[in-house]
């Protein structure tokens, strides 16, 4: 957690003093084991926490040079993401 706090990128435009520019995935692995009679029985979990950056609209945040491009960056991530969400639903695939 440190270490992506640390390389959190966060930018300031007309609406958001401090947007955050990053997206950040966070898995959580859980493992359990129990003992019965004469097996063991273990489980295997995992928990994903993500936290996307918000898309921007740039007549909206009047944002400029660097944090303009990082904005199209950040819109056209999520947009790929919104595929493979579309993708991955898709039984037909």
């Not at 007309?14 to 990053?22: E, F, G, V």
């Not at 019965?36 to 273990?42: F, M, P, Q, R, T």
């Not at 995992?46 to 199209?72: F, N, P, W, Y």
Request: glycine residues 6%; contains cysteine.
């Amino acid at each position: 957690l440190f270490e992506g706090e640390s390389n959190r990128a966060v930018a300031e435009h007309q609406l958001n003093k401090a947007s955050s520019r990053s997206h950040t995935i966070f898995t959580l692995s859980l493992e359990s084991c129990s003992r019965g009679d004469a097996e063991e029985h273990v489980i295997c979990s995992k928990l994903h926490l993500v936290d996307l950056a918000g898309s921007e609209r740039l007549s909206k945040t009047k944002s400029e040079g660097v944090v303009a491009k990082e904005a199209q960056y950040i819109n056209k991530s999520l947009s790929f993401l919104e595929q493979v969400i579309i993708a991955l639903g898709n039984k037909s695939r």
